[in-house]
C-alpha cells in the first residue's frame, strides 16, 4: 500500500493542473503542447479532461434542446386542475340528492302499493309525511353545503 502511495505521488507532474485549467479555459499555450510531447502523466491528463469537456459539451447541448414549460402554461394548468376540482366538489351534492330522490321514489312508490288495500291506509300517510320531514332538509343542507364549497 505504501508503495502504491509512493508510486502515485512520483507519477504526478508540475505542469499537470496547468494543463487541465488551460484546456479547461480553452487555450493551450505552445510550451504545454511541446510538453505534452514528452509527459505521459500530462498527455493522459490533457485526453481525460478533452473527454470530459465533450461530454460536458453534450450534455449541456441535450439539457438545451430539452422544452421546458413556460410559467404562464404551468399557471394555466394549475388553474385548469382548480376549476376541475371545484367543479367535482359542487357535483357531489347534487349526486347525493339524486341517490336520495332515488330513495324517495322507491319508498314512495312501495307506500303507494301498500295503500292499495283499505285498512293500511294511515301507515302509508305517516310514511309519506316522515320521508318528506327527511328528505326535504337533507336536501336544502346539501344545496347550501354545495354553494359554501364553491
Request: charged residues 20%; glycine residues 8%.
Amino acid at each position: 500500500m505504501l508503495k502504491m502511495r509512493e508510486e502515485m505521488e512520483t507519477s504526478g507532474c508540475q505542469y499537470e493542473s496547468i494543463i487541465a485549467a488551460s484546456l479547461a479555459n480553452g487555450e493551450l499555450p505552445e510550451n504545454l503542447r511541446v510538453h505534452l510531447t514528452g509527459c505521459a502523466v500530462c498527455a493522459e491528463v490533457h485526453s481525460v479532461a478533452g473527454r470530459m469537456l465533450q461530454f460536458a459539451d453534450g450534455l449541456a447541448e441535450e439539457l438545451a434542446e430539452e422544452p421546458r414549460p413556460s410559467a404562464a402554461s404551468m399557471w394555466w394548468r394549475l388553474n385548469l386542475l382548480m376549476r376541475q376540482e371545484k367543479a367535482r366538489r359542487a357535483q357531489m351534492p347534487l349526486v347525493w340528492m339524486g341517490r336520495i330522490c332515488c330513495a324517495a321514489i322507491a319508498i314512495v312508490t312501495g307506500l303507494l302499493v301498500a295503500t292499495m288495500p283499505g285498512p293500511v291506509r294511515p301507515a302509508a300517510t305517516v310514511g309519506l309525511l316522515a320521508l318528506g320531514a327527511v328528505a326535504l332538509p337533507v336536501a336544502i343542507a346539501l344545496w347550501g353545503w354545495s354553494r359554501s364549497k364553491i
